[in-house]
Each structure stands twice: as structure tokens, then as C-alpha cells.
């Protein structure tokens, strides 16, 4: 028997444990279920992890929140939720439970009342120009400024390691950076006060959070349209990035390799001790109590004193209740069906074979492929090509299987035959790091990187965690639809092959936000490129 045959009798035979198989299975991206599409503030949209390139002996997790975020949006530009509690979870024992070590990030506003109350009180995000990071001792012509504690949980001892991190401002537009007229010096201004929002963490390991130009990339438009992909997509270029023009809010951790691992004395890159499994989780209150401001302040002068104001404030009390989590990019859109998507996001990974064991096994979209284009997958493959038949409960050579079990030869140089499966991004903490691409589009990598990751021979990407440029579309698209016995059989994917704007090689990596004075971007269409011969 061979060692994912026993991986996926294992799974099987758990889930008979249980005596319950679900009905369908899901991780966040951007806005993939109901109940979260109402709550973009708490809504997970990404996760990144993979050994930072310009730091040795760290890892860097990016977690991303707020899809879809128009430069334009304001004169309330989105920002993160004081009411939310945002967390990043390890696994480093491979149990599937990542709670190992957890980084814990709360949010607190503070209004610069001097600018936004009172007879001078205006809407404007920012009076004037910036010439430094706003603090709240410093606010500057910030109206509002975001700080945040950062707490790191680890054997049941709970160590705040941040205080008062000021989070990088609102690019709300080029006036406010700058001259208004000279956009790379503009960006230049944005980018020297945005890095002073990385801070230094006690005990090693530094921390930013604040917007950034979204660095997913995808043709969504056409994923959700039934996946109608034009002939000749794949790795050939073709597609829309959807993406293309907007922000996010993103937290990013560059810890050293002792604060993730449960020995760090393990330095061989083939012990599965280094195996580290990460996701990235949203939760909020139990109870929230919604004031009657009419009631509280009828009657009183204007303007109203803070206090008074305050009163308004909902309070939220009780325990938190997780609302939404996301580990291996995309389960939720390839894999899980509607109705329960919103259960996915409420469950911790760990019980995730019992609750939803059968849709990784069995995930519905080759079967749906064969419904919507028949055989051959005419759609985008050359005549002859036939869709694989959708495997049967006991068969697990289907794909996302082997990406929820980290599959031996998955992660460089492994051997993970013992991680229990879980939806956890898992990472190879002795991985060599990879130098990111500073173009837009398709990558710039050296020999032997690939952008397809391990589909592509390159098992220091995707899924032995995620560098910023795997093309996460295209690898799973070609795991559940090919399978891994014959990968690239046929090279799905949706014509999009890089973000649209280059990154960094220092952290935070992703590049800054499109200013909202510009407003979203020209999406990018990539040129179709020829047939490989």
C-alpha cells in the first residue's frame, strides 16, 4: 500500500469514527460565504507563509482581510474592526489543531476630535499633508489613527509583544503624500511613512498591519460564470485580472524560526519537526448591545462632549466566537458547496476530516466540468483531451486531498506521511527562500522556481506553503480536474499568470496601496501567449 493510499484509508476510517459525513466544506477568500459577505471587516481574504528572503532564519505569515477594497472608498475608507479579534494559529506538532502558537491582534480607533468635531469639524480623511506615521500622540492631519497590541500565546503562557502599533494610514490620495502631480515621488513619500508602521516585537519578530494593493491574482469573472475559460487559456495568458485596481488590509509577521517551531535545535530540512501548518482566523463577540442614541442624548447641546458620544457605542461582551478562518487558499470556491460554507468558516481545522472529510475526497468540480462542456474538455483543451473521471470515495488520488494531508514529496524534502489532514497552509520551515519578482504580471524567476509551485517541479512553493507569486488558480485547477498522477496532463488554469504590480524582496513585500485619488487600476489582460510546441 502506498503511503497516500494509507493517508487516505486513515482519513476514511476516521470519518466512519465519527459516524457523521458532511455534506460540503469550505475555507474564507474573498467573500465565498454568505454570512461573511456581510461582514467585510472580519472576512479573511488570503494567507501567505514561506521563509522570508531577505532575513535568514524567519518566517513571514501575511494574512489578508477587507476584499475588494476600492481605493476610492471613502470619505470613510475601510479600516480594521476594533470589535473583531484577528488571530494567526500554528500547528507545529502536526495534529492538526493550530494552537500551538497563536498570535492575537486587537485593534483600537482614536479620534482626532481637534479635526473631526466642533464648528472646524470636517469629512475629509486627512486636513492637509502627511509628513510622517500618525500616532495617537501625533495625529497630525489624520482624523483617525489605528493602533493595535499584539499578544503571542504559547504552552498556555499568554505574552503581549506589542503595544500601541501604529498602523499604516488610508493612501486616501496623491495630495496627501505628496505633490499631487508627480505620482513616483508621491508613492515614494507613501512608502517612507508606511514603513515606519514595522515594528519590532518582544522577543524577536517584527509586525505591520495596514493596506496594500491586493497581490491575488485570478480571472474571477469567469471562475464564477461557470468557469467559462476561452480556448487556449492555461499558462498561456489570455485572462482578466479581477483583482486588478484594488486594496486590502493586511497583517504581516516576520518571526523567527524559534517562535514557530517546537524545537528549534531540529536545523535537518528533512525532519517533519520543521513542518509548521498555519491559518489565519476572525472572530467576534458573542453579544453585541446596540445603543438608543436618541434616547441617551436627547435633548443635549451641540456639540456633544466624547462622553456623550460614547454612549452611543454598541458594546460587545461575551466570549469570542470565530467567524471566519482561511489556511489552504481557494477550499472554499474549488471545494465546498453553499449551504455550508458558513459552518466552514465556524469550525476549527482540526475537526475538519470529521466535518468534512467526503468533499475533499470527492469535490464536485470535475464532475460539474463534465456536465457544463461534456468530454472532451473542449473548452480550453486540444482535441482529445478527455476531463478525469470524478474518483470514488476510496479513491484519494484526486488532489486536494493530497494538498489537506501534505502529501509526501508536496513539501520539500519531507517525509509527512504523519500530519493529521487539516486545512492548514503547511510550511517547511528550512524551505530556501525565493527571491520575489518586482515585475507585473507573469514572474521573473530564477532556474528552478516556478510559479506552479510543486505542480511545476519547484517544491519550495505552493503547497509547501505560499510565496506570493505561486498561481494558487492554476495549481488547484489542475489537482482536482488532472489529479496528481498526471498534473499537467492538461494545463488548466484562467489566463492569469501574475499579479499587476511587482513586489518587494524587504517586508512587507506587497506593494503599497492604489491611491485613492486615481481610483482602481485598468485591469490588466494578460497577451495570449503561443502554444508550447
Known amino acids: 500500500m502506498t503511503t497516500k493510499t494509507k493517508l487516505g484509508a486513515a482519513l476514511l476510517l476516521t470519518m466512519a469514527a465519527t459516524g457523521f459525513i458532511p455534506q460540503t466544506a469550505d475555507a474564507s477568500s474573498h467573500r465565498e460565504a454568505p454570512l461573511i459577505a456581510e461582514d467585510a471587516v472580519a472576512d479573511n481574504t488570503d494567507l501567505w507563509a514561506f521563509t522570508s528572503p531577505e532575513n535568514n532564519g524567519t518566517v513571514t505569515i501575511l494574512a489578508g482581510y477587507i476584499g475588494f477594497e476600492d481605493p476610492a472608498g471613502g470619505p470613510n475608507w475601510m479600516n480594521f474592526s476594533d470589535d473583531v479579534l484577528y488571530e494567526i494559529k500554528i500547528d507545529n506538532n502536526g495534529d492538526g489543531n493550530a494552537s500551538d502558537v497563536v498570535y492575537q491582534i486587537r485593534f483600537t480607533t482614536t479620534t482626532n476630535n481637534a479635526l473631526a468635531s466642533g464648528a472646524g469639524g ?15 500622540a501625533a495625529p497630525g492631519p489624520a482624523l483617525r489613527v489605528q493602533t493595535y497590541n499584539v499578544t503571542r500565546i504559547a504552552n498556555g503562557a499568554s505574552t503581549v509583544v506589542g503595544t500601541n502599533i501604529p498602523v499604516a494610514p488610508t493612501y486616501a490620495g496623491r495630495f496627501a503624500f505628496g505633490t499631487g502631480g508627480q505620482p513616483a515621488a508621491d508613492d515614494t513619500r507613501y512608502t517612507t511613512i508606511a514603513n515606519q508602521a514595522i515594528t519590532n516585537l518582544t522577543g524577536g519578530g517584527v509586525a505591520f498591519a495596514g493596506p496594500r494593493d491586493d497581490p491575488f491574482f485570478a ?25 486588478s485596481g484594488y486594496n486590502f488590509h493586511m497583517i504581516g509577521l516576520q518571526l523567527p524560526i524559534a517562535q514557530v517551531v517546537r524545537d528549534a535545535s531540529i536545523t535537518d530540512p528533512t525532519n517533519a519537526g520543521n513542518v509548521i501548518g498555519v491559518y489565519a482566523t476572525a472572530s467576534r463577540s458573542r453579544v453585541t448591545i446596540r445603543r438608543d442614541c436618541n434616547s441617551t442624548l436627547r435633548g443635549r447641546a451641540r456639540p456633544l462632549p466624547q462622553r456623550f458620544t460614547q454612549q452611543c457605542l454598541d458594546d460587545n461582551q461575551g466570549q469570542w466566537v470565530q467567524v471566519s478562518r482561511l489556511g489552504i487558499p481557494l477550499v472554499n470556491e474549488v471545494i465546498i458547496p453553499l449551504a455550508e460554507k458558513d459552518f ?41 483531451y ?3 473521471v470524478r474518483p470514488a470515495a476510496a479513491n484519494t488520488t484526486n488532489d486536494m486531498f493530497a494538498l489537506i494531508a501534505g502529501a509526501p514529496g508536496l513539501i520539500a524534502g519531507v517525509p509527512t506521511a504523519g500530519l493529521t489532514p487539516a486545512d492548514l497552509l503547511r510550511l517547511n520551515v528550512r524551505t530556501a527562500p525565493t527571491a520575489l519578482p518586482t515585475n507585473a504580471g507573469r514572474p521573473t524567476l530564477v532556474a528552478g522556481r ?3 509551485g510543486a505542480a511545476g517541479g519547484d517544491t519550495n512553493g505552493f503547497p509547501n506553503g505560499r510565496r506570493l507569486f505561486d498561481d494558487v488558480v492554476d495549481i488547484e485547477l489542475r489537482y482536482v480536474l488532472n489529479g496528481l498522477a498526471m498534473i499537467n496532463r492538461i494545463p488548466f488554469g484562467d489566463g492569469v499568470d501574475g499579479n499587476d504590480v511587482g513586489f518587494t524582496n524587504t517586508f ?8 485613492g485619488s486615481e481610483g482602481p487600476r485598468t485591469q490588466l489582460v494578460e497577451p495570449l501567449r503561443p502554444a508550447a510546441p
Do not use: C
Open 122 to 136: 470636517t469629512f475629509f480623511n486627512n486636513v492637509g499633508q502627511y509628513t510622517t506615521l500618525p500616532t495617537v
Open 219 to 243: 480571472d474571477l469573472g469567469k471562475i464564477f460564470d461557470d468557469a467559462t475559460f476561452q480556448p487556449g487559456f492555461g499558462s498561456r495568458g489570455g485572462g482578466t485580472d479581477t483583482l
Open 344 to 384: 466552514w468558516n465556524r469550525a476549527p481545522a482540526g475537526d475538519d476530516v470529521a466535518n468534512f472529510g467526503s468533499y475533499i475526497l470527492q469535490p464536485s468540480l470535475p464532475t460539474y466540468a463534465q456536465i457544463l462542456y461534456g468530454e472532451p474538455m473542449h473548452v480550453r483543451a486540444a482535441a482529445g
Open 386 to 388: 478527455t476531463v478525469p
Open 450 to 452: 516556478s510559479a506552479l
Open 508 to 515: 512587507p513585500y506587497v506593494a503599497i496601496p492604489r491611491p
